[in-house]
């Protein structure tokens, strides 16, 4: 996750992540993923139900209930064992978290055992009501995805009247007083959707959205060939730059992040050096703190059936199951899984040109995932790093 507003605006220093000697349980939100013991931030894939027909779902996603989800007592357990290890953030997500009955007492439980709940929504499901209540049991963030304007999105959803639906949800959080984000997913297809999704932030006053570069993972590995290129991806990464720096500017600030292609940290900071080297040297600290890629470390994903991933792309490789191990046991225990362990540590292990580049501290070896998708060795270089050679060099 790479901050654009915060190191391109220059609204995050060094010295905001030091203020709290970067220990998780004292920074803000905001400033977590500068942490130094990176506990980690939990995905929840709470249901594997959805109310719509993404084509690149990366949960491969159904209308049915599925017989093996976690109960909501052993849903309460597992939040127990999170809590106790200190994990910042619980991210509920799906499918459709809102398809789940228990949804707000779990989050609300979530929050009151002091960890920061927050939903993956496709928005649809958001009346007044729901709205409400999310408000009323403390929920942080709402995330509502959304690939493009009306017909795009909707192709994207497989369901026509998504996109309305989806918008109607994100007003309704924003008068119940709820911090409301954008979520949209790269690809050659919604590409030049992305100055309308900016134009969207300003007219209704969304404060947040962040970018994701597409990741290879359940029916998501079908759109390999529809990614963009990697020249595309340099000069959509230079127009969310340009769009942030606009709308800070002007007075209009907007959280813009991007998300799952940790080559965008170099490529902020490559472009700083051009404009503001000495602003360009603060971000390069900034970008050592946080670490790059985090999956299996700063980052882990819980299944509806309480399988545990090392995020939520890694569904085809489990270290084990909450049923049977607590998750806080599970994720440190590195001699019982011979990948978990590596991932923990994975700059030894990355290949090619991963192995070789600068820039390896600041990205963590970038997406182990998508080499494996088009590979099928998961420690050859990522296909997505856009870099050039003699960038890395």
Same mark, same amino acid.
């Given at each position: 996750m790479i901050g654009i507003s915060k190191l391109y605006c220059k609204t995050v220093e060094p010295s905001d992540a030091l203020r709290y000697s970067r220990k998780s349980e004292q920074m803000p939100s905001h400033l977590l993923q500068f942490s130094e013991d990176k506990r980690p931030v939990v995905v929840w894939n709470i249901t594997r139900r959805c109310n719509l027909k993404c084509i690149h779902c990366y949960a491969h996603a159904k209308a049915g209930k599925q017989e093996n989800e976690l109960s909501t007592k052993e849903g309460r357990s597992l939040i127990d064992d999170l809590a106790g290890m200190g994990v910042p953030v619980l991210l509920f997500s799906g499918g459709e978290p809102l398809m789940r009955e228990d949804l707000a007492e779990l989050a609300e439980y979530t929050v009151k055992k002091g960890i920061r709940a927050v939903i993956s929504t496709n928005g649809t499901l958001i009346d007044h009501k729901t709205a409400k209540i999310l408000k009323d049991i403390g929920l942080s963030y709402v995330g509502i995805s959304l690939d493009g304007t009306r017909q795009v999105n909707d192709r994207f959803r497989g369901v026509d009247g998504a996109f309305d639906m989806a918008m109607k949800g994100i007003e309704n959080c924003s008068a119940a007083g709820i911090k409301v984000g954008l979520r949209f997913t790269i690809n050659r297809f919604n590409a030049d959707e992305i100055p309308s999704l900016f134009d969207l932030l300003e007219e209704k006053q969304i404060p947040r959205i962040c970018f994701y570069h597409l990741v290879y993972a359940g029916r998501g590995s079908s759109l390999v060939n529809d990614d963009v290129s990697h020249k595309e991806t340099r000069r959509i990464v230079d127009l969310i730059?340009?769009?942030?720096?606009? *709308?800070?500017? $002007?007075?209009?600030?907007?959280?813009?992040?991007?998300?799952?292609?940790?080559?965008?940290?170099? !490529?902020?900071?490559?472009? *700083?050096? @051009?404009?503001? %080297?000495?602003? =360009?040297?603060?971000? +390069?600290?900034? +970008?050592?703190?946080?670490?790059?890629?985090? #999956?299996? $470390?700063?980052?882990?994903?819980? #299944?509806? &059936?309480?399988?545990?991933?090392?995020?939520?792309?890694? $569904?085809? !490789?489990?270290?084990?199951?909450? $049923?049977?191990? %607590?998750? #806080?046991?599970?994720?440190? &225990?590195? #001699?019982?899984?011979? +990948?978990? =362990?590596?991932?923990?540590?994975?700059?030894?292990?990355?290949?090619? @040109?991963?192995?070789?580049?600068?820039? *390896?501290?600041?990205?963590?070896?970038?997406? @182990?995932?998508?080499?494996?998708?088009?590979?099928?060795? *998961?420690?050859? %270089?990522? %296909?997505?790093?856009?870099?050039?050679?003699?960038?890395?060099?």
């Open positions: 730059m340009e769009r942030t720096r606009d *709308l800070h500017d $002007r007075g209009k600030p907007k959280e813009v992040l991007t998300v799952d292609n940790h080559a965008d940290g170099p !490529y902020v900071y490559l472009r *700083l050096m @051009r404009e503001d %080297p000495q602003r =360009a040297e603060e971000v +390069l600290e900034l +970008l050592k703190m946080n670490g790059g890629n985090n #999956s299996g $470390r700063g980052i882990g994903c819980v #299944s509806w &059936d309480g399988e545990v991933h090392a995020d939520q792309f890694w $569904r085809h !490789y489990s270290f084990g199951n909450v $049923r049977s191990r %607590p998750f #806080s046991e599970i994720w440190t &225990d590195t #001699s019982a899984d011979p +990948l978990l =362990a590596k991932l923990k540590d994975k700059k030894k292990y990355v290949k090619g @040109r991963c192995a070789k580049c600068r820039w *390896l501290d600041v990205c963590g070896g970038n997406f @182990r995932v998508r080499a494996e998708a088009v590979t099928g060795d *998961l420690w050859a %270089p990522d %296909p997505a790093c856009y870099l050039t050679d003699e960038e890395i060099s």
